[in-house]
T-cell receptor, first 114, second 111 residues
Framework: DTGVSQDPRHKITKRGQNVTFRCDPI?????LYWYRQTLGQGPEFLTY????????KSRLLSDRFSAERPKGSFSTLEIQRTEQGDSAMYLC????????????FGQGTRLTVV | ELKVEQNPLFLSMQEGKNYTIYCNYS?????LYWYRQDPGKSLESLFV?????AVKQEGRLMASLDTKARLSTLHITAAVHDLSATYFC???????????FGSGTKLNVKP
């Protein structure tokens, strides 16, 4: 296993279009996180899955954002009707269950909304 | 909501010098993480600190955690250019299962 994989790496889209990103976590990890990072800032939490259950969503995640993890393995993050303010790096991370766990991050998907 | 503050936000230093990056957080936590990020890349895990007084070292980097002071430090010894990157600390609050990140410290080590 080569770590957390995200696809695509880059996405340029026109305002108003829908986009979908995919994350494949490390295979034995049952926790999966989505974060958003804008230039010069630290990552901000968006949502978190334990297996297929979405356990928490940030207030940053407007109604235009939806995330799924249908079989407890890969996850998708969809943004509908994209806005210029959605331009950011979207990072996925995964971890094992446990109090001493650490999260491993994917390479990220850089979204540019024009 | 938990706040995580790093300072300095920018650090320019000469090779061979020592320096410390500070990470303060606003609520009780006994788990703190340090990550490195190169431009355009993802985050690389450096250290996981799990208890008060924990100290970990890897090469020229040493991280420590004081949970009573809600403070972690990342100390750089005899810096080299390859250490140039942005360093983030992140805190996880027990049972909340999400990481709160600082704004990062952008380190530039001049050859």
């Amino acid at each position: 296993d080569t770590g957390v994989s995200q696809d695509p790496r880059h996405k340029i889209t026109k305002r108003g279009q829908n986009v979908t990103f995919r994350c494949d976590p490390i295979s034995e990890h049952n926790r999966l996180y989505w974060y958003r990072q804008t230039l010069g800032q630290g990552p901000e939490f968006l949502t978190y899955f334990q297996n297929e259950a979405q356990l928490e969503k940030s207030r940053l995640l407007s109604d235009r954002f939806s995330a799924e993890r249908p079989k407890g393995s890969f996850s998708t993050l969809e943004i509908q009707r994209t806005e210029q303010g959605d331009s950011a790096m979207y990072l996925c991370a995964s971890s094992e269950t446990g109090s001493n766990t650490e999260a491993f991050f994917g390479q990220g998907t850089r979204l540019t909304v024009v | 909501e938990l706040k995580v503050e790093q300072n300095p936000l920018f650090l320019s230093m000469q090779e061979g010098k020592n320096y410390t990056i500070y990470c303060n957080y606003s609520t009780t936590s006994d788990r703190l993480y340090w990550y490195r990020q190169d431009p355009g890349k993802s985050l690389e895990s450096l250290f996981v600190l799990l208890s008060n007084g924990a100290v970990k070292q890897e090469g020229r980097l040493m991280a420590s955690l004081d949970t009573k002071a809600r403070l972690s430090t990342l100390h750089i010894t005899a810096a080299v250019h390859d250490l140039s990157a942005t360093y983030f600390c992140a805190v996880i609050v027990f049972n909340f299962n999400k990481f709160y990140f600082g704004s990062g410290t952008k380190l530039n080590v001049k050859p």
